[in-house]
Nanobody
Framework: QVQLQESGPGLVKPSQTLSLTCTVS??????????WSWIRQPPGKELEWVGL???????YYSPSLKSRTSISRDTSKNQVSLQLTSVTPEDTAIYYC???????????????????????WGQGTQVTVSS
C-alpha cells in the first residue's frame, strides 16, 4: 500500500513562492512506470492537474502553470516536491500528490489530469494565498 503525505506551509503571501513536499512510503518514486503528479482543487472548482514527474525523472507541466511551476524529486528521501512562484489568491487550493502505477507515456497529455487514472492519493494540504 503506497502512502503519500503532503507537507508545507498553509499560508503564503502574494508574490511569494509556494513550496510543498510529498513524502512517499510503501513504495519507491523510481518504481518502473510509476507517475507522480501534483493536482490541486481551488474552492468551489474542479480538480486541476499541475504537473508530473515520471519514474525516469522526466517532468511535464500544465501549460497554464508552466512558467511558474517546478517539480523535483529526492530519491534518497523518496520525496517529490512542488514549487509555484509568484503566487496570487487564485492559487489558493487544496494541493494533492497522487501516483499512478501506469506510465504516463501511454496516455495523451489531456488524460494526465484524470482523477480516475491515479491509484493512490495523499490526504491533501490546504494552501491559502493571502496577505
Amino acid at each position: 500500500q503506497v502512502q503519500l503525505q503532503e507537507s508545507g506551509p498553509g499560508l503564503v503571501k502574494p508574490s511569494q513562492t509556494l513550496s510543498l513536499t510529498c513524502t512517499v512510503s510503501g513504495g519507491s518514486i523510481t518504481t518502473s512506470y510509476s507517475t507522480w503528479s501534483w493536482i490541486r482543487q481551488p474552492p468551489g472548482k474542479e480538480l486541476e492537474w499541475v504537473g508530473l514527474i515520471g519514474y525516469d525523472g522526466n517532468i511535464y507541466y500544465s501549460p497554464s502553470l508552466k512558467s511558474r511551476t517546478s517539480i523535483s524529486r529526492d530519491t534518497s528521501k523518496n520525496q517529490v516536491s512542488l514549487q509555484l512562484t509568484s503566487v496570487t489568491p487564485e492559487d489558493t487550493a487544496i494541493y494533492y500528490c497522487a501516483v499512478s502505477l501506469t506510465s504516463f507515456y501511454g496516455l495523451t497529455a489531456d488524460k494526465w489530469g484524470l482523477a480516475d487514472w491515479y491509484d493512490y492519493w495523499g490526504q491533501g494540504t490546504q494552501v491559502t494565498v493571502s496577505s
